[in-house]
RNA sequence: GGAGAGAUGGCUGAGCGGUUGAAAGCACCGGUCUUGAAAACCGGCAAAGGGGCAACUCUUUCCUGGGUUCGAAUCCCAGUCUCUCCGCCA
């Protein structure tokens, strides 16, 4: 398991190569100072191994091909030298390797350069911010009233940051999933996907969450040890691995998938921060976008994406604002990424709602995910992926944004549909 | 859980110790033909890595990891996965 891991890579070394100082300076765009002669050594030192490897390979080669008996022993010998130099070059090449695979994602040239959120730029603002005439409460002051959201219950039978969502709610729960997905579905070409919610090690490893993330995982304890399964803390990373392995053929891109599943994050490092309600959960219901697309197309299918995703709040007609991150707040695969905040009025602020991120070949080059281009060439395809929507938070959106003085909440009207019409959910 | 069978290029599928990096077909790319298309015909077409300005060339790879051998897709061992049959079960 661990061997096979160690042979990916995130950048290629040939590229670095090429412009070293280059590399190291779009990197240090995300707050990472590499050391350029210590890669510089590594690959020259690996290099001239694979000659002398290559030279004895040959010889020996050669040997065996004219059937010379009197060779036979002079070859016996070439291969313990092979093995011995090959033994090196292969420690050479992962003491590289593991550097490589700490370095993130390159931000392309318009993402925007800064330390952290504090230098995310607002690119669009939409909605009507509605204004109260009482005091708006929270999410989960709205749903214990209620009777349709327990935290207590759920940190008896579970633990802490779970929830439990009974009647209307619930229902509001599972109409969002399935409003989001048909939208996706009939309007914007995605074609549904019911996965399984648990990942192999190295499938985790493919989108990026391994090996650098694990805390954040959730690993599910099995009898064979060296078999490890982790929930999935997104669907992005059992959709996206889908073409793992694969060379695809070009008239089968761009692969647009779409699923709504549970995610499950332990989110360490995060304690006492959103401890109330559920904006901050150990599982919570995600509707994820994921596109295969020829390289080349990934900035216009991220903004088509980042589109599919602002269109479910225009259809719920909730406020929320579009911010590019600047380099230092991009997670780790990213060359770009939008995320989508909701106006959230018990906090009076926006909040996270989704993240549409392209991600180049960075991922596809873990994964070795290729595809044929015109030329009839094989090449690395792009993957992004974003979240459309976060049903979770969107839930809580609908409840505070949609609230009445009296407690109740109206239901948005293209949800109706699929809560048997229900337009108000009250006490009653 | 028991008993068998298998894993080969984008796909299907031959090969079972010595020019086999691998037949054949499909797909794909280029061309001839055609008003255009289809069909037919001709040609090309694996990947990764190294060297070279380049033409080109070398090495590795037939599930993974070990072993036997001068030489392995082919033989041996271990592992992983898939399929069929039986049992069990949402």
């Known amino acids: 398991m661990k061997k096979k891991l160690k042979k990916k890579r995130m950048h290629n070394i040939k590229d670095i190569r090429s412009d070293i100082d280059k590399f190291i ?46 060779l036979f022993e002079k070859s016996k010998k070439i291969s313990l030298e092979i093995d011995s130099i090959s033994k090196k070059q292969s420690e050479v090449k992962i003491e590289l390797e593991n550097i490589l695979s700490s370095i993130p994602n390159i931000p392309l040239e318009d993402v925007p350069n800064g330390k952290d959120e504090s230098s995310n730029i607002e690119i669009e603002k939409k909605g009507n911010i509605k204004k109260f005439n009482f005091q708006p409460k929270s999410h989960h002051e709205i749903g214990e009233k209620l009777n349709m959201m327990d935290f207590d219950l759920a940190t008896k039978t579970t633990g802490s940051r ?36 648990l990942a192999s090690e190295n499938t985790m490893y493919g989108t990026g969450q391994l090996p650098k993330f694990e805390s954040d995982q ?9 078999d490890r399964k982790f929930l999935i803390p997104t669907a992005e990373v059992i959709l996206t691995n889908i073409v793992k392995d694969k060379i695809i053929n070009k008239k089968d891109l761009p692969m647009r998938l779409v699923a709504a599943t549970p995610c499950f994050r332990k989110e360490a490092g995060s304690y006492g921060k959103d401890t109330k309600g559920m904006i901050r959960q150990h599982q919570f219901y995600k509707v994820e976008l994921v596109s295969i697309v020829e390289p080349n197309h990934c900035s216009d299918e991220l903004e088509r994406m980042t589109n599919c995703a602002t269109g479910i709040l225009d259809s719920l007609k909730i406020p929320y604002r579009k911010v590019i991150l600047c380099s230092g707040d991009m997670g780790f695969s990213a060359e770009k990424t939008y995320d989508i905040e909701v106006w959230l009025p018990s906090e009076n602020k926006y909040r996270e ?12 080059r873990r994964m070795k995910a290729r595809y044929k281009n015109d030329k009839n060439e094989t090449n690395h395809v792009g993957t992004l992926n974003g979240s459309g929507l976060a049903v979770g938070r969107t839930l809580i959106a609908i409840l505070e944004n949609y609230q009445e003085a009296d407690g109740s909440i109206t239901v948005p009207e293209v949800l109706r549909p699929y809560m048997n019409n229900l337009k108000k959910i009250t006490n009653n």
């Open 25 to 70: 300076e779009s990197i240090s765009k995300r707050n990472i100072k590499l050391d350029k002669n210590e890669i510089t050594e590594l690959d020259i030192k690996n290099r001239t191994l694979i000659q002398e490897k290559e030279k004895l390979e040959k010889e020996k080669k050669d040997i065996s091909k004219t059937k010379d008996k009197t």
């Open 353 to 364: 709602i989704s993240s549409c991120s392209s991600c180049g070949t960075f991922q596809s």
């Open 162 to 197: 779970f929830v439990f969502i009974k009647d209307k709610i619930a229902l509001l729960e599972r109409a969002l999933s399935n409003f989001m997905l048909d939208k996706h579905i009939l309007e914007n070409g995605y074609t549904e996907i019911s996965p399984p919610l």
């Open 218 to 226: 959730f690993e599910v304890k099995l009898d064979d040890k060296n």
